[in-house]
């Protein structure tokens, strides 16, 4: 039995607020490069172009690579043989995101109340998933996400008899319906399986996974080349100026489901889909 103090969990939450808005994985950075060489469209090479200039402004000044800092997305893995001391977990995620945001000037967008508004001043309280998992460690990942591409979003229903050409055509719709809107290139998570919770999840969990990384299952592989390459066949291209580059990259994750249903998720990411981790 390992002991843990949750004012570690609280400081490595602070900082991986601060380090994701202002560094993108280095993967991704790379595809958005990539682009720049791969994209056709004059005009959609140029915003391309632009984006990575940005990123690279960003980093030299050290501010947030995009205005929307997010909100927070907090997933944590705890170890079963972890024991927490000194707190709430929960009240220490959330000072975490506090003091990530406050101390690092970054832009509050939490309001208290969903209809009747009111910012919280601090971007609190976070989106917390927990889940218990063998082992002393506790994996921490934060990803601050901003809702143009938020919004876009959308969970589809659709029954056993559906076929793989009908999911590619779901997942399809829902990025031309999205448009231009969520900031293009996109990054795409995909849940399916589950059920009506569960498999947005399980897209936003996608969103975390490194894009470099393709499913462990050879079928779902083929699936996430098949479905990125009908979306960049909408011709959406980059900020929805046109062009080939509509996602860089879009990411399956499945769980099982009911004998009578097919839950299928999509949860867009913008450019700028940000996420880091940290192990304790």
């Known amino acids: 039995m390992r002991t843990l103090d949750v004012s570690n969990i609280r400081d490595a939450v602070r900082d991986l607020c601060i380090g994701a808005n202002l560094q993108l ?50 997933f944590l893995e705890v170890g079963q043989d972890v024991h927490l001391t ?45 889940s218990i998992v063998p082992g002393e460690q506790v994996k921490i990942t934060v990803a601050p996400k901003g809702f143009g591409s938020e919004n876009m979003s959308a969970v589809k229903m659709m029954t056993p008899a559906a076929t793989r050409e009908d999911i590619i055509d779901a ?3 829902i990025i031309r319906t ?36 393709r499913n462990a299952d050879p079928f779902y592989a ?19 100026f046109g062009g080939k580059t509509t996602a860089l990259a879009l990411n399956i994750e499945t769980y099982p489901t009911h004998i009578a249903g097919l839950p299928i998720a999509v949860n867009v990411g913008c450019h700028v889909t940000r996420h880091q981790t940290v192990i304790l």
């Not at 140029?46 to 402004?57: F, S």
């Not at 083929?222 to 929805?240: H, S, Y």
């Open 25 to 74: 994985p280095g993967d991704l950075c790379g595809l958005i490069e990539k682009s720049t060489q791969t994209e056709t469209d004059p005009l959609g090479r140029e915003v391309l172009c632009d984006l990575c200039k940005n990123l690279q402004a960003a980093k030299e000044l050290n501010v947030p690579i995009c205005q929307d800092t997010g909100m927070a997305v907090v």
């Open 86 to 130: 000194g707190g709430d977990l929960t009240q220490a995620v959330n000072e975490g995101v506090s003091k990530g945001y406050t101390e690092g000037y970054l832009r509050c967008s939490v309001v208290a109340d969903p209809i009747r508004r009111g910012n919280t001043g601090d971007n609190t309280p976070a989106v917390i998933h927990t």
């Open 171 to 173: 997942v399809v719709d």
């Open 178 to 213: 999205a448009g231009g809107n969520p900031c293009p290139p996109m990054v795409i998570g995909v849940g399916i399986g589950g059920d009506f919770e569960l498999c947005a999840y399980l897209a936003k969990k996608a969103l975390c996974r490194e894009v470099s990384k």
């Open 222 to 240: 083929q699936l996430e080349a098949d479905m990125l390459k009908a979306v960049n066949e909408t011709g959406i291209g980059p900020q929805g």
